[in-house]
């Protein structure tokens, strides 16, 4: 099974940029859709962006459209999401997971990295 190692997480101003990674172990990589989820504080998990085993196909949670962006690089076993124009709403423990395709793994993850913060102060 793959394992996951995020990393990019800080403190940043409103309107500030920060880029996650999120390594993978395994020769895998390439075969897994891949995700980003994230928590806030008091919240229940929420999906965030995905991306398809190739790349070719994204998909974004509605509140970030347009400020982030996911993509992959299965040379290198790692996944990014770039996040532009933060909100203190943006807030949250950043969570990196695989899943058998883009379209499932909003529901049926099957690994999880142990998470980087984002705090976006005001």
């Known amino acids: 099974q793959v394992q996951l190692v995020e990393s990019g997480g800080g403190l940043v101003q409103a309107g500030g940029s920060l880029r996650l990674s999120c390594a993978a172990s395994g020769r895998t990589f390439s075969t897994y859709a891949m995700g980003w989820f994230r928590q806030a504080p008091g919240k229940e998990r929420e999906f965030v962006a995905a991306i398809s085993w190739s790349g070719g196909g994204t998909d974004y949670t509605d509140s970030v459209k347009g400020r982030f962006t996911i993509s992959r690089d299965n040379a290198k076993n790692t996944v990014y999401l770039q996040m532009n124009s933060l909100k203190p709403e943006d807030t949250a423990v950043y969570y990196c997971?695989?899943?058998?395709?883009?379209?499932?793994?909003?529901?049926?993850?099957?690994?999880w990295g142990q998470g980087t913060l984002v705090t976006v102060s005001s």
């Open positions: 997971a695989a899943g058998a395709a883009m379209a499932t793994i909003r529901i049926n993850a099957l690994a």
